[in-house]
T-cell receptor, first 110, second 114 residues
Framework: EDKVVQSPLSLVVHEGDTVTLNCSYE??????LLWYKQEKKAPTFLFML????IEKKSGRLSSILDKKELFSILNITATQTGDSAVYLC??????????FGTGTRLAVRP | ETGVTQTPRHLVMGMTNKKSLKCEQH?????MYWYKQSAKKPLELMFV???????ENNSVPSRFSPECPNSSHLFLHLHTLQPEDSALYLC?????????????FGEGSRLTVL
């Protein structure tokens, strides 16, 4: 059975801190790994990663994939209160199945 | 605005009621999905439709009945639900099943079963 594990489950930081969110996976025939941000209801897409070692970057957010060790990290630098959200990791495997982790709840305090 | 619209946003129903959730996507996508999100659990895939045809039913109880009349609309018909079915139901769409790309989610329908 495909499995996606995110850590930590929750995290509280202060504005300006840098955070690293982790996602490890065990799936059959990996195709891609996706990160989403869920603030209130609709998860919104952040990154899709398919190749190891290539960093994807968008502003203060960046992500990288390690297909050998089966994990990805999502980094957020100079955090702001608007970064407070649940960050979801999902892995696409054979049969186009998308398996989600439980998410990491990030709270950024002023 | 993600291009995926869900109604109603909130629904409270008794165990004997029949109601429906509606999803509409304005993105020209071919695949649509229903997900269930319960507290402290991963998003659970319920149903997948590709070009209006159901391609996956992830062992969902028959009290949930999906309907996809065309590639832009997806319904989830609910009847004789249980309190444990209370959750956020998210609809999503994607360009296609064979493309390992992103899902676009709606805002969700928060369902409470009394």
């Amino acid at each position: 059975e495909d499995k996606v594990v995110q850590s930590p489950l929750s995290l509280v930081v202060h504005e300006g801190d840098t955070v690293t969110l982790n996602c490890s996976y065990e799936v059959t025939n990996f195709r891609s790994l996706l990160w989403y941000k869920q603030e209130k209801k609709a998860p919104t897409f952040l990154f899709m990663l398919t190749s190891s070692g290539i960093e994807k970057k968008s502003g203060r957010l960046s992500s990288i994939l390690d297909k050998k060790e089966l994990f990805s990290i999502l980094n957020i630098t100079a955090t702001q209160t608007g970064d407070s959200a649940v960050y979801l990791c999902a892995v696409k495997s054979s049969g186009d199945k998308l398996t989600f982790g439980t998410g990491t709840r990030l709270a950024v305090r002023p | 605005e993600t291009g995926v619209t869900q109604t109603p946003r909130h629904l409270v129903m008794g165990m004997t009621n029949k109601k429906s959730l509606k999803c509409e996507q304005h993105l020209g996508h071919n695949a649509m999905y229903w997900y269930k999100q319960s507290a402290k659990k991963p998003l659970e895939l319920m149903f997948v439709y590709n070009f209006k045809e159901q391609t996956e039913n992830n062992s969902v109880p028959s009290r949930f009945s999906p309907e996809c009349p065309n590639s832009s609309h997806l319904f989830l018909h609910l009847h004789t639900l249980q309190p444990e079915d209370s959750a956020l139901y998210l609809c999503a769409s994607s360009q296609g099943l064979q493309i390992p790309g992103e899902l676009f989610f709606g805002e969700g329908s928060r369902l409470t079963v009394l």
